[in-house]
């Protein structure tokens, strides 16, 4: 099996920085950074470059360009802690919408999934949704838009993730890992964050894993899954 690339924040900022200034970006403003003290950890071809576009559009998305990628992901990163939704609708792809999943394995019959429309109102909609059912005790996850937000998908500052992976997922438990084989045809960046109280034996991790899908010149945000250690 081949070993994932590990590459230097310092390296890859860089890098980032250099593409940043040639290819287009999906926001003119408050760009985000990737976190000062985060590891990436994305796959690379045998001689560790990575593959280009050939076509002849400029304007045309290259699919296996890391950097688009990554820096769209942490643009909803941090829409996601700004909750502003009206800007992360525009990330939503127009006729998929996007899925949230509350714990790693997908369940693409029972995971709601919402419109770009529905997800620019959903703030201040009030309405209990039933979203998957809680890890060892059963009970429906029955909640709000914002009450989801704030304990599936944004219970960690993950703008600071310490380890963020490019189709690799950092942690994993005892649920299924099933993100690559239900969204196929797209990729996915993982913010992890390791465990933080010596008591729990590392057990407390948690992760945000943003999936996204090709379009002609962008990502698209199609899925949503937060990870944790499941009993």
């Given at each position: 099996m081949k070993r994932p690339m590990v590459l230097s924040c310092a390296l890859c900022l860089l890098a980032g920085l250099l593409i940043g200034g040639i290819?287009?970006?999906?926001?003119?403003?408050?760009?985000?950074s990737v976190p000062a003290n985060a590891m990436l950890i994305s796959p690379a071809s045998s001689d560790g470059s990575q593959t280009g576009t050939s076509g002849s559009d400029p304007n045309a998305l290259d699919s296996q360009d890391n950097f688009s990628l990554l820096n769209t992901a942490c643009y909803a990163v941090h829409?996601?802690?700004?909750?502003?939704?009206?800007?992360?609708?525009k990330l939503v792809h127009p006729e998929r919408g996007v899925t949230f999943t509350p714990y790693s394995t997908v369940t693409p019959e029972s995971d709601l999934n919402f419109s770009p429309g529905q997800i620019e109102t959903l703030a201040a909609d009030q309405t209990v949704y039933t979203w998957g059912f809680m890890d060892g005790s059963g009970s429906p996850i029955a909640m709000t838009f914002a009450q989801y937000i704030d304990q599936y998908v944004f219970n960690a500052d993950y703008t600071q993730a310490s380890q963020i992976g490019i189709d690799q997922i950092i942690y994993t438990g005892n649920a299924l890992e099933n993100l690559s084989e239900v969204y196929t045809g797209c990729r996915f960046v993982d913010f992890s964050l390791p465990g933080r109280d010596s008591s729990s034996q590392g057990l407390d991790w948690s992760s945000l894993k943003l999936v996204f899908a090709p379009g002609e010149d962008c990502w698209y945000l199609v899925g949503v899954v937060h990870g944790q250690w499941t009993i």
């Amino acid at each position: 099996m081949k070993r994932p690339m590990v590459l230097s924040c310092a390296l890859c900022l860089l890098a980032g920085l250099l593409i940043g200034g040639i290819l287009p970006m999906p926001w003119d403003k408050d760009r985000p950074s990737v976190p000062a003290n985060a590891m990436l950890i994305s796959p690379a071809s045998s001689d560790g470059s990575q593959t280009g576009t050939s076509g002849s559009d400029p304007n045309a998305l290259d699919s296996q360009d890391n950097f688009s990628l990554l820096n769209t992901a942490c643009y909803a990163v941090h829409l996601f802690q700004e909750k502003d939704y009206a800007a992360l609708a525009k990330l939503v792809h127009p006729e998929r919408g996007v899925t949230f999943t509350p714990y790693s394995t997908v369940t693409p019959e029972s995971d709601l999934n919402f419109s770009p429309g529905q997800i620019e109102t959903l703030a201040a909609d009030q309405t209990v949704y039933t979203w998957g059912f809680m890890d060892g005790s059963g009970s429906p996850i029955a909640m709000t838009f914002a009450q989801y937000i704030d304990q599936y998908v944004f219970n960690a500052d993950y703008t600071q993730a310490s380890q963020i992976g490019i189709d690799q997922i950092i942690y994993t438990g005892n649920a299924l890992e099933n993100l690559s084989e239900v969204y196929t045809g797209c990729r996915f960046v993982d913010f992890s964050l390791p465990g933080r109280d010596s008591s729990s034996q590392g057990l407390d991790w948690s992760s945000l894993k943003l999936v996204f899908a090709p379009g002609e010149d962008c990502w698209y945000l199609v899925g949503v899954v937060h990870g944790q250690w499941t009993i």
